[in-house]
């Protein structure tokens, strides 16, 4: 994966533009997850998925409410689709078509903290004082995510060490 | 990265995507292509009507139908000679080709040749997996000599097929790698491949999960962005392939060459194109 450099916000609308875009793509990544595994009948993954996804539009409705309120109505991003993932989005590589709660989760939990550093990041070296004090809320935000996903990992018992075995997989040739 | 702001972006990525969900296995690298291929066309702002996706046969070639793009699903192969053909009748639009190394190198491995020769402006996606992922697992021109599968125990014992070597000795005018586990870097190859008039073509390596599970985190650590500048010069690009060991990514090589444009399209009255059939 490409490195996440936080960039150098020149203003509070540059950031909000940025961090609706980090949220919006979360989301929408954790969507196309759903989907790949209601495809291979992976249910109950498809469900957390799904409330990942859930979760990320509300913080998306947050930001935006956020940035309203501030009469940001000039949002622009600084970056370009060619850029890196943002630092909340899922690898959609680490995904497996058998894959447990606990592993959908503790890609979740990643994501959170790869996020919460991110903002950490900015807030420590934003020049401008309403980038910085919207920062460390995003920061903060996540943080409590982290401790959320926590609380929900520990609702499921430890992985099988055989959860991958597939009684019928699909390396077997005809 | 996305903007929200909706009056300086009038297409995002999610505009791209169809309705149809993706069959693929999760963990695909073809994923991140899909994701890249819309990314690209958002980052370029080119309507969804003005795009079309064409595709031969194999789990790549699934592509054209989860994109909200025009999109022809043709025969194993041949995914090169319809693209062309629609290339040169409708110069107008941005035609996408995307393959396999099944698809593209062994059962339409003459097409391609033929299509960096042609420089007709394509952008040629193949995904590279190393192995026939849908018909379960056969090797592949790219398959390396000692993997053993079960139909071809101890390996094949065959010398890989070198794309970028075959692609710049035939004349493609733009060539460039990327990795699936980089979807910004993919993106970029796929946006600079469709900006470069002519025929460009992007080998992205694109790990399978299922048949080739010892590739994705190898590749992980293995790929690397190339170490030099790009090179309008094919000889230096040459050269530079001679060290490849099929990991650098970015551009190798962004030739000059004019692209192939017949002298009429299908936009010309029928009677000059019936004066040049009477030729």
Redesign the interface.
């Known amino acids: 994966m490409s490195e996440i450099k936080p960039p150098v916000f020149a203003d509070a609308a540059e950031f909000f533009a940025e961090a609706l875009a980090i949220e919006l793509e979360a989301s929408e990544r954790y969507e196309l997850l759903a989907d790949q595994m209601e495809v291979h009948n992976n249910r109950a993954i498809a469900a957390i998925f799904r409330k990942m996804s859930a979760i990320e539009a509300e913080h998306h409705k947050e930001i935006a409410r956020l940035a309203a309120a501030a009469k940001l109505d000039g949002l622009r991003a600084k970056f370009s689709w060619t850029g890196a993932d943002g630092p909340e989005a899922t690898d959609l590589s680490e995904a497996h078509y058998l894959m447990t709660p606990r592993q959908a989760l503790g890609l979740a939990r990643h994501n959170e903290e790869r996020a919460a550093a991110y903002f950490e990041a900015i807030a420590a070296e934003a020049t401008d004082p309403t980038v910085r004090a919207f920062a460390a809320t995003m920061a903060s935000d996540e943080r409590r995510h982290v401790v959320w996903v926590d609380q929900w990992i520990a609702k499921y018992e430890a992985d099988d060490p055989n959860w991958d075995e597939d009684p019928d997989p699909a390396v077997i040739t005809e | 990265?996305?903007?929200?702001?909706p009056a300086?972006v009038a297409f995002k990525?999610?505009d791209y995507r169809s309705a149809v969900?993706?069959?693929?296995?999760?963990?695909c690298?073809d994923?991140?292509v899909l994701?890249a291929t819309q990314?690209?066309l958002?980052?370029l702002q080119l309507p969804p009507e003005q795009v079309a996706v064409v595709s031969g046969i194999g789990c790549s070639s699934r592509l054209p139908a989860y994109l909200n793009t025009y999109g022809f699903h043709g025969v194993h192969g041949r995914a090169l000679p319809v693209a062309t053909g629609l290339k040169t009748a409708r110069p107008d639009l941005t035609v996408l080709v995307a393959s396999g190394d099944g698809d593209g190198f062994s059962i339409g491995g003459n097409h391609f040749l033929h299509a960096c020769r042609r420089n007709v402006d394509l952008t040629y996606i193949v995904m590279d997996n190393r192995i026939y992922g849908m018909t379960?697992?056969q090797p592949s021109p790219t398959t390396e000599p000692d993997f053993d599968t079960?139909?071809s125990p101890g390996g094949t014992g065959l010398s890989p097929f070198h794309p970028l070597v075959v692609a710049l000795a035939s004349g493609a005018n733009f060539i460039a790698r990327a990795f699936?586990?980089?979807?910004?870097?993919c993106?970029?190859m796929i946006?600079e491949a469709i900006k470069t008039p002519g025929f460009s073509f992007v080998h992205i390596l694109s790990?399978c999960?299922?048949?080739r599970d010892d590739q994705?985190k190898a590749w992980?650590k293995l790929a690397r962005g190339a170490m030099v500048e790009e090179t309008d010069d094919p000889e230096r690009a040459a050269r530079r392939l001679m060290t490849d060991d099929g990991f650098n990514v970015g551009v190798l090589y962004r030739g000059k060459r004019e692209p192939y444009r017949p002298r009429l399209t299908g936009g010309d009255p029928v009677e000059a194109l019936e004066a040049e059939f009477a030729q």
């Open positions: 990265m996305n903007d929200l702001s300086a990525p999610a969900k993706p069959v693929w296995c999760p963990g690298g994923h991140s994701l990314r690209a958002a980052e379960k697992g079960a139909i699936t586990g980089d979807v910004g870097g993106t970029k946006v790990p999960v299922t048949f994705q992980k």
